[in-house]
């Protein structure tokens, strides 16, 4: 993999995934609330500490990272999370 393809795949992934995991962590609600709130911000600091791995191995290659919101909001792959307030299952399902 070239360091464009790196830049590319990798850049986009730097704030997005952190961002989302703390909009659903804050937004979550329902029966699974606490498990689940509890779950994504363990998630938001895991990703948070992966983008800091990404961004320094894309500065290691020569590839300055780039996590402006307006470059993250044009360029991300990931799907945009709901507005508001999300229900978690009502009850479980088998
Ligand atoms: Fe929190």
């Given amino acids: 993999m070239d360091r464009h393809t790196v830049e590319q795949e990798l850049a986009p992934l730097l704030v997005d995934l952190a961002l989302t995991a703390k909009q659903a962590h804050w937004n979550v609600s329902g029966l699974w609330f606490r ?13 948070r500490g992966w983008s800091d791995d990404v961004a ?39």
């Fill in 35 to 47: 498990p689940l709130h509890a779950q994504l911000d363990e998630l938001a600091d895991d990703v």
């Fill in 56 to 94: 320094e191995r894309l500065t290691t290659i020569g590839v300055a990272a780039d996590a402006r919101v307006e470059t993250v909001a044009k360029t991300t792959p990931v799907g945009s999370f709901p507005s508001g307030f999300v229900e978690s299952a009502r009850r479980w399902r088998r």
